[in-house]
T-cell receptor, first 115, second 119 residues
Framework: QKEVEQNSGPLSVPEGAIASLNCTYSDRGSQSFFWYRQYSGKSPELIMSIYSNGDKEDGRFTAQLNKASQYVSLLIRDSQPSDSATYLC???????????????FGGGTRVLVKP | EAGVTQFPSHSVIEKGQTVTLRCDPI?????LYWYRRVMGKEIKFLLHFVKESKQDESGMPNNRFLAERTGGTYSTLKVQPAELEDSGVYFC?????????????????FGEGSRLTVL
């Protein structure tokens, strides 16, 4: 079992619709959770971070965390063609200030937003 | 403000040769990380510097890989001798230091990566 799992996609959504991405993780001790967006050939860019159960909204993005079920999701509302990218789920398994940011990544979900 | 920069963007070498990748983190970021993505696989952690000290190098594949960060500024990652399985994209990332008593937030800023092809 992979430590962080994502559906590789592609997830095809029409422009204006909601894109829903899911990520599951194996280590119950995981402390913090991140969504990165990566355009082809570019650097991963942090778009959302979430640390406690529930929803966190930032503009058109909403991250949802459920530690009991060990999943984290990302919703993209009013999807735009410019949202077409690979979305990477990353988990910081160790906690504490000495742990640094040894992120464990999922394989990424490719999202295609069609006009 | 300049982001994380990496050089070269692409390197093609033959098996057995040596390659050195360089990373310039965001100015003032004490934490510097190296990650790698091999084709078809997830991005994997290699190591973590805090200033010039190696904090965690548990992800380094073997002793053919040597990372340095002299002076706590830029970092180099040398692969010597390179093997076919070393091909992939090497990402560098940096972040600010966490404050005492607070959990390090994990907000990494990534470079665009150095693509290494070993023939």
């Amino acid at each position: 079992q992979k430590e962080v799992e994502q559906n590789s996609g592609p997830l095809s959504v029409p422009e204006g619709a909601i894109a829903s991405l899911n990520c599951t993780y194996s280590d119950r001790g995981s402390q913090s959770f991140f969504w990165y967006r990566q355009y082809s050939g570019k650097s991963p860019e942090l778009i959302m971070s979430i640390y406690s159960n529930g929803d966190k909204e930032d503009g058109r993005f909403t991250a949802q965390l459920n530690k009991a079920s060990q999943y984290v999701s990302l919703l993209i509302r009013d999807s735009q063609p410019s949202d077409s990218a690979t979305y990477l789920c990353a988990v910081n398994i160790k906690g504490g200030k000495a742990a640094g940011n040894k992120l464990t990544f999922g394989g990424g979900t490719r999202v295609l937003v069609k006009p | 403000e300049a982001g994380v920069t990496q050089f070269p963007s692409h390197s093609v070498i033959e098996k057995g040769q040596t390659v050195t990748l360089r990373c310039d983190p965001i100015s003032g970021h004490d934490n510097l990380y190296w990650y790698r993505r091999v084709m078809g696989k997830e991005i994997k952690f290699l190591l973590h510097f805090v200033k010039e000290s190696k904090q965690d190098e548990s992800g380094m594949p073997n002793n053919r890989f040597l990372a340095e960060r002299t002076g706590g500024t830029y970092s180099t990652l040398k692969v010597q001798p390179a093997e076919l399985e070393d091909s992939g994209v090497y990402f560098c990332a940096s972040s600010q230091a966490g404050t005492s008593g607070k959990f390090h937030t994990g907000e990494l800023f990534f470079g665009e990566g150095s693509r290494l092809t070993v023939l």
